[in-house]
């Protein structure tokens, strides 16, 4: 391979490893929004519809908020470049942003967009040299970039504790393996008029989300006391899935809720066995 | 193809264990011997490079690497009188939406000797691939210990392992990164399976099936450990 061909593959290498960045990017807000969203109006959720790449001029992610009384438009363009300018005229980030403000205001509707950039020193730079007639409807908002979705789960700390609101449980596994159903979802969707509700039904059917139940649940009495007889053995129902230890080395908890098919053959077993140890018992849990 | 390293090239026991591991016709009983005697000899590598006197070890595995590759560390960690507590996690392996991308590794199920100290971690798998159980263990300890360094030890590593699973931690932790292994492999097939690897997938070559039914799996090491835990505590 001769020089300049060299020089041209690894460009394009780095112009697909730079288009991956971004679409990871792009999924993992999507992600963040759609827990903030479902935080916010966890009463609400048919009713909020999230779309990607829609028509539009700012269109990497698209939210309809149709709660009433309080309706409205966001729109969200992303960037993870280290170097960004508002720039002019046509193909500019502020010719997009500006003809994105005059379509809606003939739609005669709220509306808000957001530039989200990863980068510090975009974040600055964007908000001190934002156009005068954007600032009414443009907030620039900084949502960094970890490498990863599990490094956001692990370290992005609002991002955790937007999972955190909604997992059962505060462990980075059970944060992440809620968070990557959530990604899962959506990222298997067409992207196209997504309700919340949606989406939040997949991560319910998929069953390693550990999403937290409101519901109030306990078990069975004869399970109780089956359990409460165990010597060391402890257990609660912990946002409707059941959690245990045992002395001071073990623990687990289900994957399945308490009132799910699934955790009631357990329960089943746990009776039929009548499991007088730990040693007894832990065959029967180590299924769930 | 497969990149061995210095230590396995100079060794015709470890390049033994390791194609037994490949080859097809081992059955079970020696596949598990393999990875034990592969255990003893990462550990003797591990052992070469550094210093483990008058520290505190904590060894970590999943369930099912605890009674074979683990014990084998094991075992080599008590005849060397170093202090030592064990951790083995139940992990639910699953790639969501049928992509290694969004793999996921919850821990059902753990069991954590107590410590209120631990200078070194060796985390233990039979092989590291994708990294996501090991990236999930790993996270879950250093959120509440802090050792000096971390060992991670294993048999193969696939090519990309190293760089993926630092690139999942801050610096301050990956920077305590030690990689100790025997073979690199630049494969892997359509069941995300790296070839040659260690043969296959380790649960069914084990004979314990799939990601699911081996976590009804109890090691003896566990069993035998959590006994005295348990007896010493009441």
Redo the contacts between chains.
């Keep these: 391979m001769d020089k300049r061909t060299k020089v041209y593959l690894t460009n394009k290498q780095r112009g697909g490893e730079v288009n991956q960045r971004g679409n990871d990017y792009e999924l993992t807000f999507a992600c963040y929004r759609i827990l903030q969203f479902v935080v916010r109006h966890s009463e609400n959720l048919q009713r909020i519809i999230f779309s990607s790449q829609c028509q539009g001029f700012i269109d990497d992610l698209f939210i309809e908020v149709k709660v009433p009384g309080n309706e409205k438009d966001l729109f969200h363009q992303l960037k993870t470049s280290q170097v960004l300018n508002w720039g002019n005229g046509e193909g500019s980030l502020s010719y997009d942003f500006d003809q994105q403000g005059k379509m809606q205001k003939k739609r005669n509707k709220p509306y808000h967009t957001y530039l989200v950039v990863s980068n510090d020193g975009v974040y600055l730079h964007m908000r001190r040299r934002i156009p005068r007639k954007l600032r009414k409807y443009v907030s620039i908002e900084k949502f960094p970039w970890f490498?990863?979705l599990?490094?956001h789960c692990?370290?992005h700390l609002q991002f955790r504790q937007l999972a955190a609101q909604l997992c059962a449980f505060q462990?980075?596994?059970?944060l992440?393996?809620l968070v990557?159903?959530i990604?899962?979802c959506w990222?298997?969707t067409d992207k196209k008029n997504i309700p919340l509700s949606q989406i939040l039904n997949c991560v319910r059917g998929?069953g390693?989300a550990?999403l937290k139940s409101t519901l109030p649940m306990i078990l069975r009495d004869r399970t109780a006391a089956i359990l409460q007889a165990i010597p060391?053995f402890r257990f609660n129902i912990t946002g409707g899935y059941f959690y245990w230890t045992f002395?001071?080395?073990?623990?687990?908890?289900s994957?399945y809720l308490v009132n799910s098919p699934e955790f009631r053959n357990i329960e089943n077993e746990i009776i039929a066995e009548n499991p007088a140890t730990f040693?007894d018992l832990?065959?029967i849990?180590?299924?769930? | 193809m497969r990149k061995l390293t210095t230590y396995a090239q100079h060794s015709d026991q470890v390049r033994g264990l390791l194609e037994k591991l490949i080859d097809k016709s081992t059955d079970e009983q020696q596949y598990a011997a393999s990875f034990y005697e592969l255990g003893r000899e990462l550990f003797a590598e591990l052992l070469q490079k550094f210093t483990l006197r008058n520290s505190k070890v904590m060894l970590a595995c999943s369930s099912e690497d605890a009674d074979w590759l683990s014990k084998g560390i094991l075992d080599k960690l008590n005849e060397s009188h170093i202090d030592t507590k064990l951790a083995v996690f139940?992990n639910?392996r699953?790639n969501?939406?049928n992509?290694a991308n969004?793999a996921?590794?919850?821990?059902?199920?753990?069991?954590?000797?107590?410590t209120d100290k631990v200078d070194y971690l060796i985390i233990c798998k039979s092989i590291i691939s994708s990294s996501c159980v090991v990236?999930?263990n790993i996270?879950?300890i250093t959120?509440t210990i802090d050792p000096a360094k971390i060992f991670v030890v294993s048999p193969v590593l696939f090519e990309k392992a190293i760089p993926n699973l630092k690139?999942?931690?801050?610096f301050k932790i990956s920077s305590k990164f030690e990689f100790i292994y025997f073979a690199e492999d630049d494969e892997i097939n359509e069941s995300h399976e790296v070839i040659p690897g260690i043969g296959g997938s380790v649960y069914k070559r084990l004979g314990l099936e799939d990601s699911?039914k081996k976590?009804?799996y109890?090691p003896t090491i566990v069993?035998e450990r959590?006994s005295t835990?348990?007896e010493a505590?009441k």
């Design positions: 490498g990863s599990n490094a692990a370290y462990d980075t596994d059970k992440d393996a990557k159903c990604y899962a990222g298997a998929i390693y550990y060391g002395s001071n080395t073990d623990r687990g908890q994957r040693n832990e065959l849990i180590s299924s769930i | 139940w639910l699953v969501l939406n992509d969004l996921i590794a919850p821990i059902t199920k753990s069991y954590i000797e107590q990236r999930t996270t879950y959120e690139s999942e931690f801050p699911f976590n009804r109890i069993k959590r835990n348990f505590n």
